[in-house]
Each structure stands twice: as structure tokens, then as C-alpha cells.
């Protein structure tokens, strides 16, 4: 009994080596999980193909936006929206919409679709509002430390590229936030579209001063002695993110002038007046004139009333008159009807 229970043992044992030898002959086969339907939906535009990030004028209408589905799936129902409608709205069916863009800034152009299968999906499309810069707004500027360059004004648009300090470029359009920047044609971005424009953070460029123009510099270069005038300048371009004026004049006998432009003139003569900007070095000049006989002619452009009176005590005449701000003195001439004027007699 002993011995037939021994020799089954040994008849299963020899089997189950057996086995074991013909699976090792055998390279072992990967074990796949039952592969699941991926269903994908693109917004595209026209021929510019599937629409991830869109840039547009504040105030631009674009149509031809539509919808493309793989897996030889259908539209069944589809639904527009936008993610923040005071810069984008859209209107949409189940073919094709409309997108409009109201004011500067992002925002997501949203699509969900019920294909043919009752299979939901989704996609979206960051659109960048801008406003265009003309020729003489655009701006040339440059990295400050680093910089990152994306396809759309938001962070959460591809990077293009980075960029380290001084890297110069040219600012095209506004876009809340971010400028869209044009880049020179020796930089190199890191994918394939055949762009040299992209977006980055304001914070992260410099914009330097490159003149400085001084307002109503031609009309108002000659001062009555005494008379106060505050002098200011135009610095372009208008997009310079760090300017200051420093102003100095060449001949403080003849004119003043202040921290804040403010000048006074003196004396008799002409002086220089400069206006620097101290970041960018710039500078421009003017030339005043400070002219004694034109104070009757100036005065502050205030009337003088004179008035005759007689002194009884003195048995004879004499004169009063009001004085203007900024008056230092008279002349007074005699004359008569016939010969209207003559060499002064008093000044004072």
C-alpha cells in the first residue's frame, strides 16, 4: 500500500516537471489590459489647423472656428463657452462658431461635445485679446535678469523659449499683464512654429528712455526778470518703464532752476537749461532769454492802473499805480502828444 502511494507521488511530480520544462522553452508573453476607447476633440480655425492658443485684436470678430473628432466619431451635440465673456464670447452649434473679442486679456474658448457614441469630451483654446502697437508705439527693450516667452499671455500657455539677461527684443502689443514682443532672427525658439513673436511677463522687461522733448519749447523761451515758469518734457517712448528728469541750468546769475523744473529768472541775459534722464543718459536743452524791457510787455500779463493826483501840500502831481507779481521795476517816460516818447526820466 505504502509503495503505490509512493509511486503516484512520484508519477505527479515527474509530470509537473515536465510542465514546468516545456514553459521555459517558451519566451515569456506580456499581459495586456484590455485597451480603452481614447476619443479626442480639436477647435479648429480655418487653415491654421487645431487651435491651442489664439491671438486677436480687442474688438475683432473671427469665424470659422469648428470642431474635428478621431476615431471616426460624430457629433452628436456640442456646447461653446467662454471662461470669462467680458473678454471672449463665443457662439457656437454643433459645426462650427464665432468668437469676439472685447477688451485686453486672456481667456479659454470652451468645447464639450457628446459624440455619436454618447461619449462626452472636451477641449479648449487660450485666446490672447491685444491691442496692436503702431510703427512709432512700438518700443525696443530688453530681458532684465530672465525671462520666460509663452504662445499665449498666460502662464498656462507653452513655453516657447527662455531667455537670460540683456536679451534685447521689440514690443509689438499689450495684453494686460504681458507684452507680445517680437524677437531679432538670430534667436532660436524651441518648437517649430514659424514665428518670431511671443508673449512675456511686463515685469520682466526693461524699456529705456530715447528722447526727450521739451513741450512749447519754441513759443515760451524769453522771460521778463522776475517771472516764474515750470518747465516739463515728453520722454518717448511712452512705454519707458523707468524714467527720471534731472534738471540743471548753465548760469545760475540769470536764471534758477528747481528739483521740479521750476525756473526764475534773475537778471538781464540768456542761460542753458537741461533736462536729463538719468537712467538712460539722455538729455536735451534749451536756451532762455531773460529780457528787462520786456517786463512792461509781461507783467504777469497783469493791467497796471496809474492814476494822477494832486498834492495841495506840495502844490504839484504825482502818481500811483498798482504792482504786478513779479514787476522788479518802472520806467517812466516824459513825453507829449506830438513827440509820444522821449528818454526816460525816472527808473525805479
Known amino acids: 500500500m505504502k509503495s503505490m502511494k509512493s509511486m503516484k507521488r512520484m508519477r505527479w511530480i515527474s509530470v509537473l516537471l515536465s510542465f514546468a520544462l516545456v ?24 487653415t491654421l489647423g487645431h487651435a491651442l492658443n489664439r491671438s486677436m485684436t480687442v474688438g475683432e470678430v473671427r469665424a470659422g472656428w469648428g470642431i474635428e473628432l478621431n476615431k471616426k466619431r460624430k457629433v452628436k451635440s456640442a456646447v461653446w463657452s467662454s471662461s470669462d465673456t467680458s473678454i471672449v464670447t463665443v457662439e457656437g452649434n454643433n459645426q462650427q462658431a464665432t468668437v469676439k473679442t ?8 470652451l468645447l464639450t461635445v457628446v459624440t455619436n457614441e454618447n461619449e462626452t469630451v472636451k477641449h479648449d483654446c487660450i485666446v490672447s485679446s491685444i491691442t496692436n ?30 531667455a537670460t539677461a540683456n536679451q534685447k527684443l521689440t514690443v509689438i502689443a499689450l495684453c494686460g499683464e504681458y507684452y507680445r514682443v517680437k524677437l531679432p532672427e538670430s534667436y532660436d525658439f524651441n518648437d517649430t512654429l514659424n514665428q518670431d513673436t511671443a508673449y512675456v511677463k511686463k515685469t520682466e522687461i526693461e524699456i529705456p528712455v530715447v528722447s526727450v522733448q521739451f513741450n512749447h519749447a519754441d513759443s515760451e523761451t524769453a522771460l521778463a526778470i522776475g517771472e516764474k515758469k515750470e518747465l516739463s518734457v515728453t520722454t518717448l517712448p511712452a512705454l519707458a518703464t523707468r524714467k527720471k528728469i534731472e534738471w540743471s541750468g548753465s548760469n545760475a ?57 494832486k498834492d495841495n501840500d506840495w502844490g504839484g502831481n504825482y502818481l500811483t499805480w498798482n504792482k504786478p507779481d513779479g514787476v522788479s521795476y518802472f520806467k517812466i517816460y516824459a513825453g507829449s502828444k506830438k513827440k509820444k516818447q522821449s528818454n526816460d526820466v525816472v527808473h525805479f
Open 253 to 309: 546769475n540769470v536764471v534758477r532752476i528747481s528739483e521740479q523744473g521750476e525756473i526764475t529768472a534773475i537778471r538781464k541775459g540768456t542761460a542753458k537749461i537741461q533736462a536729463r534722464e538719468i537712467y538712460s543718459g539722455i538729455t536735451n536743452s534749451i536756451t532762455i532769454q531773460v529780457k528787462p524791457d520786456f517786463v512792461a510787455a509781461s507783467a504777469n500779463r497783469q493791467k497796471v492802473s496809474i492814476t494822477l493826483k
Open 102 to 109: 472685447h477688451k485686453e486679456g486672456t481667456a479659454k474658448i
Open 133 to 162: 502697437l503702431s510703427e512709432t508705439e512700438k518700443a525696443a527693450g530688453y530681458v532684465k535678469s530672465k525671462a520666460t516667452f509663452y504662445r499665449g499671455a498666460s502662464t498656462e500657455c507653452e513655453v516657447r523659449n527662455t
Open 23 to 46: 514553459i521555459s522553452m517558451f519566451p515569456m508573453m506580456p499581459i495586456r489590459a484590455a485597451e480603452t476607447t481614447e476619443v479626442k476633440v480639436f477647435i479648429t480655425e480655418g
